[in-house]
């Protein structure tokens, strides 16, 4: 990028990096001869300090560093945080601690040791898993219907209560109903005073 103070860097910034002039971005000017030709300049692989030779041109770089056997890359086994060179990642992923136990590749949801991957069975695994899931619904089906059966009789005994003391208002209601009319059939009393 040209800056109007007529100093040139790669990168874009708020102010230039020699004058330290403020700059606006719509001032920027791109100059393409020295994009090109900062491109043709030949680089150093950015891991060369980790024993990478390779020199390319700048443009290049991006593309070499995508296949560098220097390049540290995260181990793709499930909770390993480890992070090792690319040239080097076969021989960690077999020699891997988190490795050891990997889900099936097929999807049925098991997860297999080395020794038991080449013997491994997806059908087998979910008829067991299956099974498994028939028996937990079995267990839980049996405590469903105890427990309703428990609730069934509790309900009727409620309903026996009920109905008992529905009687005893029915009795209570009738001798309640009887008293006052006992007293109108009988003879008024005479009050005396004194």
Known sequence: MRLPCSHIFCKRQKTCPCCRKEVKQKKMVHVNKLRKLIGRLEVKCKNAEAGCLVTCPLAHRKGHQDSCPFELMACPNEGC???????????????????????CPLGCGATLGPAERASHNCYRELRKAWCQRQERSRTLVLCLLRRMRKVYRSANHIRRQLAQLGELLEEDDALLLGAPQEEAEAPPRRQHWG
């Open 81 to 103: 945080t480890s992070r090792v060179p690319r040239g080097n990642l076969a021989e960690h992923r077999q020699n891997c601690q988190h490795g050891a136990h990997q889900r």
